[in-house]
């Protein structure tokens, strides 16, 4: 089946710096990726839509320059939190669907847990 | 107004016996597919099973079913002879239209295997 795959798993950084989270669609090109956040006990809430090879567009609320989305390839989306802060602590997860139609599901990676210290 | 709602925060079910977690959803649109996940404690999300709007027959898959009633914009999932391995995070999502556009969760819901 498909396989998102998510980089790294798990982050700790000191606050103002930045990180980088890497997704990789492993066996099909996605020419869109999601990006979701969850706080603990809490469910996922849309952050961005990662278009390739144009602007990725955020929810509102979230700050576009604060999270920055790069879609270079078919098979390659980044999330760099600039600046972190502790209350950018949190679970990142990534997602693409496979196949166009309406009832497609998405497949998620494994998330990226980040602390900030 | 919340698009996809699941009102039990935590719910428990003896081993080998069936459970119910309930969904439902607000859409003015009439194409919508509706997924369930499952998120163990490690973060995955595991995709279980969907039910399109037009489908006719209720979703299954393996010990997964959706009992979809669409007048009452439900889509409950039952899960038959639950197994330890089933405690986790049960997450009920929907997707509005036919182009690629992302999910909406609800809440979820924490299920707890019980011996």
């Known amino acids: 089946g498909a396989v998102v795959s998510q980089h790294p798993s798990r982050v700790i950084c000191k606050s103002g710096t930045s990180v980088k989270i890497e997704c990789r669609s492993l066996?099909?090109?996605?020419?869109?990726m999601f990006w979701y956040r969850q706080f603990p006990k809490k469910s996922l809430m849309l952050m961005a839509t990662s278009n390739e090879g144009s602007k990725a567009t955020y929810e509102q609320g979230v700050e576009k320059d604060k999270f920055l989305i790069n879609h270079a390839s078919l098979t390659l989306s980044t999330l760099t939190v600039t600046s972190a802060h502790p209350e950018d602590s949190s679970f990142y997860i990534c997602?693409?669907?496979?196949?166009?139609?309406?009832?497609?599901?998405?497949?998620f990676g494994n998330g990226t847990r980040l602390t900030v210290t | 107004a919340q698009k996809i709602t699941q009102t039990q925060p935590g719910m428990f079910v003896q081993e080998k016996e069936a459970v119910t977690l309930d969904c439902t959803y607000d859409?003015?649109?009439?194409?919508?597919?509706l997924f369930w996940y499952k998120q163990p404690s490690s973060g995955e999300m595991i995709f279980l099973i969907y039910?399109?709007?037009?489908?006719?027959q209720n979703a299954t898959e393996g010990r997964y079913s959706l009992n979809f009633q669409k007048a009452r914009k439900s889509a409950n999932l039952v899960i038959s002879a639950s197994q330890l391995g089933d405690s986790a995070m049960y997450f009920c999502a929907m997707r509005e239209g036919t182009g690629n556009t992302p999910l909406v969760f609800g809440k979820g819901t924490r299920l707890s295997v019980i011996a």
């Open positions: 859409t003015s649109d009439p194409s919508y597919g």
């Open positions: 997602s693409a669907r496979e196949r166009q139609g309406a009832y497609s599901p998405l497949h």
């Open positions: 039910q399109g709007s037009y489908d006719q």
């Open positions: 066996d099909f090109q996605a020419t869109t």
